[in-house]
């Protein structure tokens, strides 16, 4: 347990990464990275990490999830030392692996939020890009500092962070590896929301709750339609969009919900999930 609010239900146990539920937050799950003391994200942790995205992927009672590291960091980077002696052969056979596993989050078809505090740096920020929301505390510190190690972001950075923020303040950040603080991070989009540490774990439950009796087809739809369509021209986005609307006209949720619209307004619906 973390602390009196936080996940009391573990079901995926691994030693460092495990995917666990609460009575208090029903249909919420929390993946969480513990590998004391500063979440150094090693090859096993990267695949504890892929392993509980999927587990949250298949799991029916999950709605959403929140990608957390814990009251003090949520993840100071890869091990460092881990990589230190790898050859150029070596590190190409694991650099696919290192990619998809640290953007793992981002392939749950379920809103996810990052809950940061402390320290996201290097991998741990990549982590927290692959979720749709980031909530930090104001105490966060994050940054990609590869380039002070004489590379560059392995793990989505480059990527994920220009088609955030855009690509002059990601070339900003990646090119001098700084830290950026909470009030920056939120200036430039780079979090969502700042809170008290104390309270980005719960504010993240509280994101992530909402979902819970969503239409949770419906919502694997639009988030593959913008994650899709974002990628490509406008043209090909909207066929992506027109295929994601018209194929949940053979989900039950639809039924469900435009009849429940017609007979009692909007907002009444109880979903079923399928």
Known sequence: MLHAAGPVASEIMAEFVTLETSADHPGVGTIL????????????????????????????????VVVYGGPKVLAAGADIKEMNDLSYTEMKKVAGALQANLGAVANIPKPTVAAITGYALGGGLEVALSADRRIAGDNVKLGLPEILLGVIPGGGGTQRLA?????????????????????????????????????????????????????????????????????????????????????????????????SFVENGPGKAEFVGR
């Not at 590998?35 to 509980?52: K, S």
């Open 163 to 259: 088609r955030l923020i855009g690509p002059a303040k990601a070339k900003d950040l990646i090119f001098t590896g700084r830290f950026v603080d909470a009030e920056e991070a939120l200036a430039i989009g780079l979090v969502d929301e700042v809170v008290a540490p104390d309270d980005v774990y719960s504010a993240a439950l509280k994101w992530a709750g909402q979902f819970t009796r969503s239409a949770s087809v419906a919502i694997a739809a639009a988030k593959a339609a913008i994650d899709q369509g974002i990628e490509t021209d406008l043209a090909t986005g909207l066929k992506i969009e027109e295929q994601q609307f018209t194929a949940l006209f053979t989900t039950e949720d639809r039924t469900i919900g435009m009849a």
């Open 33 to 64: 990275l513990s590998r004391p003391p500063m979440n150094a994200l090693n090859r096993q942790v990267q695949a504890e990490l892929a392993a509980a995205a999927r587990e949250a992927t298949v799991r029916d009672d999950i709605k959403a």
